[in-house]
């Protein structure tokens, strides 16, 4: 019951910044190997490869390469660990990981690009391909 | 006449605080009237206004020119009725001065003003509002009498009923069968008082008040009165107020609380009553019915069809239809609303919501020109039904059956987003960019004149102007809404309106109706009529289809000949119309789609000089238009501009409709560019090449101009469907496209544009007084011969008039069960 133990594992806070990479790394790695199964039982190989699927995660780590605080890099590792842990006990739906890491938030968003590329229109033509409220 | 102080006796003596309606500080002191130019505003109050009875209506009234606005609080519509039609002074309550000097004389006919022009004429029908049915007691206009209230004595006019006095002094009596625009039935006995030296208590809504009367509402007798009148009306009542469509509005619910017994003595088996088939509209389970009769009296007085009666006699009493038979009238769906019980309800909203969930938004109908006052009521983002708003000017309390129940049409076939025709001819879904580049695209390819706009019937006034102004900025003028004809005269305001007003038609005496079946293009106006057929004995002449107006009417021929022979003096009706104190002509729907209108036209307004229809206290002469947007689309001139070029329609190649329905298919040529901005998939959309999808009048605010020229706004009630945007932005949006950008980006900048073109349409909630009646300024076009072809029927079927009624499925219903009928 690998996944049982690892639903009850907390650690300590880091002692030291490099401690707080090492986790990061480590946490990395571990993410890496669950791919396989979960590219599987989410039916992923239709929509992404494995390597796209990895550079995508890797681009969620980076987003935060700019924290130096470890008691923060600890923070953002357990809760990596928690929605990896979703991802494995099945608590999200195709759609969550989809929307997450495939498409990624921006794509959700409908005619975000359209609005957002500029075509010399008005503010008022922006506004109307965007929405009717706005 | 009675002066000013006594009036302001009367109401001083109510000593109630939420009563003391003196208006403005100048009424107090009641001989001196109110600065000229005040002006009496009546802003209508939600029918279900007061905390537990629906049948106590208000109007508030306040005076645009108050110094203490917070003073202004209620006086009761039937004492404000009650006040007018014994033509008190009306200086006392706020009046303009104007009015005060109008003589007023009064009798069981109601008020009928003469000088003072027109404006003032229908202030004071704002107050004088007859009720249909109570023949009012004449009364020498000089009386008072003195009655006391629980002690506190009022002075009251002559001929009040006990129950107008108690609300004079601000008591509200209960009250099932009672109802302020019916005859008194007096069989509920729910408004019972003590009367000093009566033997028994008395119903009160029966009982003339007299001098000297000493009414006590609040004694114990009163109290055990009612309370054993609500434990007798809940004997057969069933206990089915948890799977009642009434429950939460219901009169019994909320008198049995507050009125009833906290426990019955009842042990026996309740009765149970057949419920009646009534049609597709009204629902029915008549073991909830008290027997109140105001469905019957509603029917045979208002509705003038007198389908519904009561059979039986005590237990075994029944209200019904005899016969099994349907309901026949366009304003049957009043009949719920007035019902105090759940006997009757609206049959397409049963079991879909409770009232309490529902989210109320006040709005105006567009299924006909009138802008009928209406209340949606939605949940989320659904309608979930329409119910009238209290407007005296516009429909009282009525709405018609088309605008209650079509409701359901707004959640079918409804376009959502843009699509552009293949070459394969299906239509394919794209992006609003796609879609006006397309539109753009097409504008590009063809000349000014070949393009033209048409506006359809449900159009807002700000997308009739933005169509306009893009339509002209590309150089066409080719421009025409649907349904008024194409030679129509759109230069003086007084010749495309109902000058008379919509309520101004109480008083007149005698009608000429030219070409229109007022009962179908305009139920409510129809109503309006019988009101004055029944109150004043008013004789009403038609020359157009025949039809069943609900009231006595003389049938004069469908064709031109009886007019020609009026406009010459030869029929006996032209001299009933000459002598007439207030005649009225209206000329319909039947009439603008005629090659010789023209020529009709002509002979109407010889007719109308002649008989001296127009004067200088009353214009008589009225133009009732079929469709919501026609009378915005005429104050802003869209029509066929001078310039344009009448091509025949083979010419076109460019054209946009604007949710223009009624366009036939044929008469488009098969190679031109069609653009169907609009909210459903109707006619037009199957003929469409890009199909822009618009906000239906529930989802956006826009702005109507009813027939009698009263500017209203929609307000949105639930979200636009799909990707559809206002109408107004998507013509903006193309005119970017196209490259000739409109000036203006918001809402409030349309209405700006309205102050250039058509300022009244600025106006919300204003009537816009029509313009002097031009004498002989415009040249007769008379050249047209005039034909004696006969008055085509603008409406084949009531209930399939627009592309709303054609998805309602209700409206399918009522087609398919009332096809049958001769009268609809």
């Known amino acids: 019951m690998a996944t049982a133990v690892r639903a009850t594992m907390t650690r300590g806070s880091s002692a030291s910044l490099e401690e707080a990479k090492h986790r990061v790394v480590d946490f990395f790695r571990e993410v890496c190997r669950y791919l396989p199964s979960i590219m599987d039982r989410y039916n992923l190989y239709e929509v992404i490869t494995p390597a796209q699927l990895r550079s995508q995660i890797s681009a969620q780590f980076r987003k935060h390469s700019d924290v130096t605080n470890r008691k923060v890099i600890d923070l953002l590792v357990f809760k990596g660990q928690e929605e990896l842990q979703y991802c494995l006990d099945h608590a999200k739906q195709r759609h969550h990981l989809l929307s997450t890491y495939v498409v990624g938030r921006e794509g959700m968003v409908q005619h975000n690009k359209l609005g957002v590329l500029d075509h010399g229109e008005s503010e008022f033509l922006k506004n109307f391909y965007q929405s009717n409220s706005l | ?824």
């Not at chain 2, 519509?77 to 104007?98: C, H, P, Q, Y």
């Not at chain 2, 009169?251 to 049609?279: A, E, H, I, Y």
């Not at chain 2, 206002?726 to 102050?755: N, T």
Request: a neutral charge; charged letters at 25%; glycine letters at 8%.
């Open chain 2, 1 to 824: 006449m009675v002066r000013g102080s006594k009036c302001y006796k009367v109401l001083q003596a109510r000593g109630n605080a939420n009563f003391r309606c003196l208006i403005s500080p100048g009424c107090k002191a009641a001989t001196e009237a109110p600065a000229e130019g005040t002006i009496l505003r009546r802003n209508a109050a939600p029918i279900s206004d007061s905390g537990y009875c629906r049948s106590f209506n208000y109007a508030a009234f306040s005076s645009t020119k108050c110094s203490q606005p917070e003073s202004c609080t209620r006086i009761p519509l039937n004492l404000m009725r009650a006040l007018a039609n014994r033509s008190i002074d009306v200086s006392s309550l706020g009046a303009s001065s104007s009015v005060q000097r109008t003589p007023v004389c009064s009798g069981s006919t109601g008020l009928i003003g003469s000088g003072g022009g027109l404006q003032s004429v229908r202030h004071l029908q704002t107050l004088a509002v007859t009720p249909t049915g109570p023949k009012i007691i004449k009364a020498d206009t000089e009386e008072t009498i003195e009655v006391s209230v629980d002690g506190h004595s009022l002075q009251i006019p002559k001929g009040m009923t006990v129950l107008q006095a108690c609300e004079v002094a601000g008591k509200e009596i209960p009250r099932f069968c009672y109802h302020s625009r019916l005859s008194i039935a007096g069989n509920c006995r729910m408004c019972l008082v003590e009367v000093e030296k009566t033997p028994k208590p008395v119903a009160s809504c029966a009982m003339p008040a007299l001098p000297g009367m000493k009414i006590k509402t609040d004694t114990p007798l009163v109290k055990k009165a009612r309370e054993g009148v609500m434990e007798f009306l809940l004997l057969n009542h069933p206990l089915d107020c948890p799977i009642c469509d009434q429950g939460g509005e219901c009169d019994l619910q909320d008198q049995s609380m507050v009125f009833g017994s906290d426990r019955g003595r009842f042990t026996d088996t309740k009765r149970s009553v057949v419920d009646k088939n009534l049609g597709p509209l009204v629902k029915t389970v008549m073991t909830r019915c008290i027997h109140c009769t105001r469905c019957v009296r509603f029917a045979s007085e208002i509705a003038g069809v007198p389908d519904l009666g009561v059979l039986g006699r005590g237990g075994s009493e029944e209200i019904g239809t005899y016969v099994e038979n349907l309901m026949t009238s366009e304003l049957s769906g009043n009949v719920i609303d007035i019902c105090p019980v759940g006997a009757l309800t609206s049959k397409p909203f049963a079991f879909t919501a409770r009232s309490w969930e529902l989210k109320s938004t006040e709005s105006i109908d567009v299924s006909d020109a009138l802008g009928s006052n209406i209340r949606i009521d939605s949940r989320g983002p659904e309608v979930m039904r329409i119910i009238p708003r209290l407007n005296e000017e516009v429909n009282e309390e009525w709405i018609s059956d088309k605008t209650r129940f079509s409701y359901d049409g707004l959640k079918r076939q409804r376009l959502n987003e843009p699509m552009i025709r293949r070459p394969g001819g299906y239509l394919e879904p794209v992006t609003w960019r796609a879609a006006l580049s397309a539109v753009a695209q097409a504008v590009h390819q063809v000349k000014p004149e070949e393009m033209a706009g048409v506006v359809g019937k449900l159009a807002d006034a700000e997308s009739i102007i933005a169509l306009k102004d893009f339509l002209n900025k590309l150089g066409c003028e080719n421009t025409w809404c649907e349904g008024i004809g194409a030679n129509i005269d759109a230069d003086v305001r007084s010749k495309y309106l109902l000058n008379t007003t919509i309520a101004g038609v109480e008083n007149a005496d005698v009608f000429l109706l030219i070409g229109t079946q007022v009962r179908k293009e305009a139920p409510l106006l129809n109503a309006r009529i019988r009101k004055a057929v029944r109150n004043n004995r008013a004789k009403v002449a038609t020359i157009g289809p025949p039809i069943d107006l609900t009231y006595d009417h003389e049938d004069l021929g469908d064709g031109t000949d009886a007019l020609i022979q009026i406009a010459e003096g030869k029929h006996p009706f032209s001299t009933l119309l000459s002598k007439a104190q207030h005649p009225v002509v209206i000329v319909g729907a039947g009439v603008f789609e005629r090659s010789d209108k023209d020529a009709v036209m002509a002979v109407v307004e010889t007719i109308v000089d002649q008989a001296k229809v127009v004067r200088d206290d009353w214009n008589g002469f009225n133009v009732l238009l079929l469709e919501a947007a026609h009378a915005a689309a005429l104050d802003l001139g869209f029509v066929p501009g001078v310039t344009a070029k009448l091509l025949s329609k083979d010419h076109l190649k460019f054209l946009y409709l604007l949710g223009a329905d009624d366009i036939k298919p044929d008469d488009i040529p098969k190679d031109a560019f069609v653009v169907y901005q609009g909210h459903h998939g109707d006619r037009s959309a199957y003929r469409a090449n890009v199909i822009l999808p618009g906000a239906a009048f529930t989802e956006k605010e826009g702005t109507y101009e009813s027939t009698e020229g009263r500017t209203q706004q929609t307000s949105p009630a639930v979200p636009s469907v799909g990707d559809a945007r206002d109408d107004w932005k998507i013509i903006r949006a193309l005119s970017e496209v196209v490259g000739v950008q409109l000036p203006y980006d918001s809402v409030s900048a349309v209405r700006a544009r309205f102050l250039a073109v058509s300022p009244n349409l600025f106006r919300v909630d204003e009537l816009e007084p029509p313009t002097v009646w031009p004498q002989s300024i415009t040249p007769r076009s008379s050249s047209s011969k005039i034909e004696s072809s006969p008055f085509i029927k603008a409406i084949d079927n009531f209930y399939m008039t627009n592309s709303i009624c054609r998805a309602s499925r209700t409206m399918a219903q009522c087609t398919s069960a009332f096809a049958n009928l001769k009268q609809i």
